[in-house]
């Protein structure tokens, strides 16, 4: 079955880096375009990035553009979005999401931007 593992968030300073993962199974991870989305406390979730499935066009919230980078290794199965610049309203649970026949998504890392 479909499953998607995010993991690499954590506490982070204003200006600081951080770098999620997605880790994927149970499809054929190279044939599916991916995306990243978050969800802040009290808000509805949001796209952030997404990206084709061979990886050759990405597109970006404007929230984030310039900022963040979504990129994918499809020998590694796993999907990553490097986020630098970071800035309090980035505070977060971040998904990523797959649609095959229906959406998945994983179960989101929490991503907390505060001094």
């Known amino acids: 079955q479909v499953q998607l593992v995010e993991s690499g968030g954590g506490l982070v300073q204003p200006g600081g880096s951080l770098r999620l993962s997605c880790a994927a199974s149970?499809?054929?991870?190279?044939?599916?375009?991916m995306s990243w989305y978050r969800q802040a406390p009290g808000k509805e979730r949001e796209l952030v990035a997404a990206i084709t499935s061979v990886g050759d066009s990405t597109n970006y919230a404007d929230a984030i553009k310039g900022r963040f980078t979504i990129s994918r290794d499809n020998a590694k199965n796993t999907l990553y979005l490097q986020m630098n610049s970071l800035k309090p309203e980035d505070t977060a649970v971040y998904y990523c999401?797959?649609?095959?026949?229906?959406?998945?998504w994983g179960q989101g890392t929490q991503v907390t931007v505060s001094s």
């Open positions: 149970g499809f054929t991870f190279s044939s599916y375009a």
């Open positions: 999401r797959v649609v095959r026949l229906r959406v998945y």
